[in-house]
């Protein structure tokens, strides 16, 4: 990891909110929010012009639609 990239994470707090106590043996639910979510309010706080980049985009669906088809035929096939 270059030194701009370990910059760029020492300067993001949102970790610092987090208490992980990560375990092998016991699995368990932490009282803490899902780090994805915490991590977006940060950026969306620091840049609000990134709302305008939120679209809804129809031709995932299609994509969607076509690969659901192609995996059931294939299925079937086989």
């Known amino acids: 990891m270059d030194a701009s990239a370990k910059k760029h994470i020492k300067n993001f707090e ?3 909110e987090m208490d992980f106590d990560k375990s092998k ?7 803490h929010e899902e780090p994805h979510t915490v991590r977006r309010r940060a950026i969306l706080a620091k ?4 709302l305008n980049l939120y679209v809804k985009d129809i031709t995932s669906a299609y994509i969607t639609i076509a690969a659901v088809v192609f995996q059931l035929t294939t299925a079937y096939f086989f």
């Open 47 to 50: 840049h609000p012009e990134i």
């Open 25 to 31: 043996e016991y699995f368990h639910i932490m009282p």
């Open 14 to 16: 949102v970790f610092s």
